[in-house]
């Protein structure tokens, strides 16, 4: 065993800003208000459901990872956010339609009591948003300085220990990085003269940077994955993690494409094409914001199939992503799969897969682990880019010249072995030989 890592102890609460109050985040908090109060299970949340195996598997030791490492508890939760509309958190909740009425009822003075602040909002990046509950300042400096003072408001008003940020608001028009991103010099610059490089999804991530507030990116944007805002972690001793939420789609392709390399079943296409209705499926329907989500969506199939080291599999295989808008289906997302392989001799198959998921269903335990981890991610110390979350995001960030690790078991595996190695135990290989020898 190694010397366990020095993790600062979970003391008093722990607030968890959410930009974006929509259907993600209202169904994120009514369903852990809902499961501290008895009225359902937080089904989907390693940190809550997920238990660790702890050395040889003959020595029966698997705890639930929650009683394996200091982890800040549902009780400890207090909830805020941002939001370009006024509605409190039940008002959200009702209007997003994702979770049941009569729950929603059973917590309403919970929920009414979450009110958003004032958003940092530009319908230069969102285009199918309009909002109305919104900061103004001459620049986006004003702005940020603005959400730092909302930060440390929040943290005072409500008496709280530590702070997370998770992005949940929708996505933002594709933009490459640029000079603006590279140094702290160069983004501060670009704040006071309102450079159109600078997104407002930055702004909140410059101004948890400059707070010291942990902070993991749930969409597509250029967000965290700049040198400026990781040499600012670095600098703050602040975790980011990123970018955009495995929930539906692209979660089914992390669990089938490992499986077709595994046996070496080659791959001629891969058409997805999916129906949304929600907030989520409006702003994707503006192009330039769905060229961030198609980037994010894309690069999965390429870095699990290693195209050039199994060219006679996996080269040039088509791989093609829609998204429509269709409000009947609300939340409720349908994702369509039509894959063709070919096996033995080059034989040709099919394997089709609709998947009718619920979109905030799937990512509400997401935001909640993300939180939980990101906190015991800085009272371990552990600065700049987590790339052991990489099991919750389509496009996981990574150091500098290495690719991202994309294989769901893969991702499962370093996460659970970075919690091992945090509390001194060994760490788990799957080689087994030790039980024949």
Request: proline fraction near 6%; charged fraction near 25%; glycine fraction near 8%.
């Amino acid at each position: 065993m190694s010397k366990p890592v020095e993790i600062k102890p979970v003391a008093g609460k722990l607030g968890v800003l959410t930009p974006g109050l929509g259907a993600v985040a209202t169904t994120f908090i009514a369903g852990t208000i809902a499961a501290r109060k008895g009225l359902g299970k937080p089904i989907g949340s390693l940190v809550e459901m997920g238990t660790i195996r702890l050395g040889k598997r003959t020595d029966n030791r698997t705890p639930m990872i929650k009683d394996f490492i200091e982890l800040a508890s549902l009780d400890d939760i207090v909830f805020g956010g941002w939001d370009i509309f006024e509605e409190n958190v039940y008002e959200a909740a009702m209007h997003a339609g994702v979770l049941d009425k009569d729950l929603l009822n059973e917590i309403k003075p919970e929920l009414e009591s979450i009110k958003p602040m004032k958003a940092v909002f530009d319908p230069a990046y969102v285009k199918k948003l309009h909002g109305t509950y919104i900061k103004e300042g001459k620049t986006k400096m004003d702005l940020a300085e603005q959400l730092r003072e909302d930060i440390r408001s929040f943290k005072s008003e409500n008496n709280l220990d530590r702070l997370v940020i998770v992005w949940c608001a929708s996505t933002e028009v594709y933009l490459q990085p640029g000079a603006v991103h590279e140094t702290v010099e160069a983004f501060e610059n670009g704040l006071r003269n309102n450079d159109e490089g600078i997104a407002p999804s930055m702004i909140y991530a410059y101004a948890a940077m400059k707070e010291g507030v942990p902070f993991a990116n749930g969409a597509p944007n250029l967000t965290v994955d700049m040198p400026v805002i990781q040499e600012l972690a670095r600098q703050n001793g602040v975790p980011i993690s990123g970018k955009d939420f495995k929930t539906g789609q692209t979660f089914m392709k992390t669990l089938l494409a490992p499986g077709l390399k595994a046996r070496l079943l080659g791959l001629n296409g891969w058409f997805s094409t999916n129906i949304l209705g929600n907030r989520d499926g409006e702003v994707l329907d503006d192009p330039e914001s769905f060229k961030s989500k198609e980037v994010s969506k894309l690069g999965v199939l390429e870095y699990i199939l290693q195209p050039d080291k199994y060219p006679d599999l996996y080269k040039d295989f088509y791989h093609k992503v829609r998204i429509n808008y269709y409000p009947p289906r609300g939340d409720n997302k349908e994702g369509w799969d039509n894959i063709d392989i070919f096996g033995w001799l080059g034989y040709p198959m099919q394997i089709k897969v609709d998947f009718l998921c619920r979109d905030s269903i799937l990512a509400a335990p997401i935001v909640l682990d993300l939180a939980v981890f990101m906190d015991l991610a800085q009272r371990a110390g552990m600065s700049g880019i987590q790339e052991w979350l990489s099991f919750y995001f389509k496009s996981p960030m990574v150091a500098p010249g290495l690719y991202p690790e994309h294989d769901i078991f893969i991702q499962l595996m370093k996460l659970k072995n970075t919690l091992r190695h945090l509390k001194g135990e060994d760490l788990i290989t799957h080689l087994g030989l030790e039980y024949y020898d």
